[in-house]
């Protein structure tokens, strides 16, 4: 049972156009206390729009919007002391040194945290007294966010976070998006890409022109498309396939020169595949599973592929 | 109020590591001022009215550090940060936009008050130029065109959504007022069309307000260019409340 206490963010039936476009059109969800909401679709979805009317900087128009159980347009002074916000394309100063950029922003909130540990827990320390410009990428984005946590929110959004980083500093950004939850902070993120919204999120809306045509946690998205699992491996010598083939739960075999590809129901797939194979004292190499992903599900209801 | 105070700090820290203008508010009237008083001397001549030439200078530059603080470091700075999006991360807190544009102007306020204090040191304590009005009237006047020149410059930035055109215009209006009002070369010495093209320019009546008060003329006799400069402050301000925005 869902008390309103527990919906930061409610809404229903949002509507934003643009000249000759319906950017976001009659979109409605919840987003829970606690959980790390993801919005994720490709580029021109509607995600930023959607996300830029929650936090106070667009009028919609139609539909009702409400965040803390207040209306961002009208209550929006109330709405930001209580709210982190990360956008996908913003700056400061670029002779601001780190420690004077948390220092001032802590100044506008009326309950700030000491900004000192949160320089530290985003590995900012030794940047302290950096000029702004002369970070690289992922330390500009690591300021973005211990600027969004100063007021300590009970919601962060955070838009496109991970969009410019080497896959290193996106791992661990993710780490620090889990954190930020765990300190008791609801998370709405929005991203295009499909493995950090499977990764991250506890529940995915997926968005296209538009449209959420999808929202669910990522597994049970991905189960919905009740896809087949794959188990893929090489053969040298000569394969007996019904061997294989008599396994509860395959499917079909596939065979292609030395590469063999088994599909299944996921439970007990790959232990069936390997015990069979040893069993018959087959050597096999190169052996891997292939789930299916977010993406799938994304190819699956759109018809496209996500392009980085 | 804690907003208010850092992000005046903020933003004087700011101005300070900006070289350029760092150089134009707080250097270029003192050293024009020995420049060209090594240069012309401080003797009394019939060509600036029977004062010596330094005399006459003093609150001129006053004048032209304002109108280039005014065209210059406060709209580029303005235009710069709302195109990157500065503007923007400083909106997406509790502040209020009016705080941070007061900061804003303020800090740029504080520093041409620093800049001028230094020229008329220079003044004073190198050619021994002496300052014959009221204190708190020379003030009201330097106030009075920061006012109008600030708000001229924010101006440009509500109207011209480029940062680029913004530093383009900002110095296509500043150098013909800097030439033809006689902040530079004292208007006795230039053509007639020239002194009638420079009432029309507003720095002509800034260096004339404060070139009066700096002398101890009554408010009464400087009623043009108060007026002059106040429609201007006026017109600008309306300006910038109606045009400019965060982003």
């Known amino acids: 049972m869902k008390t309103q206490d527990d919906i930061v963010v409610g809404v229903r039936n949002l509507v934003k156009q643009y000249p000759g476009v319906k950017a976001v059109d009659d979109v409605s969800f919840d987003v829970r206390r606690g959980e790390i909401f993801g919005m994720v679709g490709p580029n021109g979805a509607g995600k930023t729009t959607t996300i830029e009317c929650l936090e106070g900087f667009r009028q919609p128009d139609g539909g009702t919007i409400q965040v803390l159980g207040l209306d961002p347009l009208r209550d929006r002074y109330q709405v930001r002391e209580r709210i982190g916000v990360q956008f996908q394309s913003a700056a400061l100063p670029d002779r601001i040194k780190v420690w004077e950029a948390l220092d001032l922003f802590a100044a506008f909130y009326s309950r700030p945290v000491d900004w000192q540990p949160v320089l530290e827990q985003m590995g900012l320390a030794e940047k302290r007294d950096a000029y702004f410009a002369k970070l690289s990428g992922g330390q500009k984005q690591r300021v973005f966010i211990a600027l969004a946590l100063i007021n300590d929110p009970e919601l962060a959004f955070l838009d496109e976070l991970t969009t410019g980083l080497d896959p290193q500093a996106r791992r661990a950004m993710w780490d620090q998006v889990r954190t930020i939850r765990e300190r008791g902070t609801t998370v709405f993120l929005t991203t295009h890409f499909m493995e950090e919204a499977e990764r991250l999120c506890d529940r995915v809306a997926i968005i296209d022109h538009g449209k959420i045509v999808a929202l669910d946690t990522p597994q049970n998205l991905i189960d919905s498309l009740r896809a087949e699992n794959r188990v893929v491996f090489e053969v040298v010598a000569p394969l007996d396939e019904e061997s294989l083939r008599a396994l509860p739960g395959v499917v079909r075999i596939e065979r292609i020169g030395e590469r063999v590809v088994v599909y299944g129901q996921k439970d007990g797939l790959v232990s069936g595949v390997v015990n069979a194979l040893e069993t018959d004292g087959i050597r096999f190499e190169n052996l891997r599973t292939e789930q299916p992903t977010l993406e799938d599900v994304f190819l699956t209801l759109t018809g496209k592929e996500m392009r980085d | 109020m804690l907003g208010f105070r850092k992000l005046t700090i903020v933003q004087a820290k700011l101005y300070l590591r900006e070289p350029m203008a760092a150089f134009f508010t707080l250097l270029f009237g003192p050293s024009l001022l020995l420049l060209l008083g090594f240069i012309f001397g401080n003797e009394p001549s019939p060509a600036t009215g029977g004062l010596g030439y330094l005399d006459q200078s003093v609150a001129a530059y006053m004048a032209m550090i304002i109108a280039i603080v005014g065209l210059t470091a406060v709209p580029i700075s303005a235009a710069l940060r709302r195109e990157s999006g500065v503007l923007r991360r400083f909106s997406a807190t509790p502040l209020r936009p009016l705080t941070y544009f007061l900061t ?134 309306l300006i910038v409340a109606r045009t400019f925005r965060w982003e």
Request: charged share 5%.
């Open chain 2, 104 to 237: 804003d102007v303020l800090a740029p306020f504080l520093m041409t008050l620093v800049g001028i204090l230094l020229l008329v040191l220079v003044g004073a304590v190198v050619f021994g130029v002496r300052f014959e009005g009221n204190l708190f009237s020379l003030l009201a006047g330097i106030t009075l065109g920061a006012w109008a020149f600030f708000a001229l410059g924010y101006a440009l930035v509500g109207l011209i959504p480029s940062a680029r055109a913004v530093i383009v215009i900002g110095n296509v209006v500043l150098y013909p007022l800097m030439i033809f009002s006689g902040a530079m070369v004292p208007l006795a010495v230039m053509p007639e069309a020239v002194r009638t093209i420079s009432r029309f320019l507003p720095l002509t009546h800034l260096v004339a307000l404060l070139r009066g008060l700096w002398f101890g003329q009554p408010w009464g006799d400087l009623l043009t260019e108060v007026a002059v400069l106040g429609g201007m402050g006026i017109v600008g301000t």
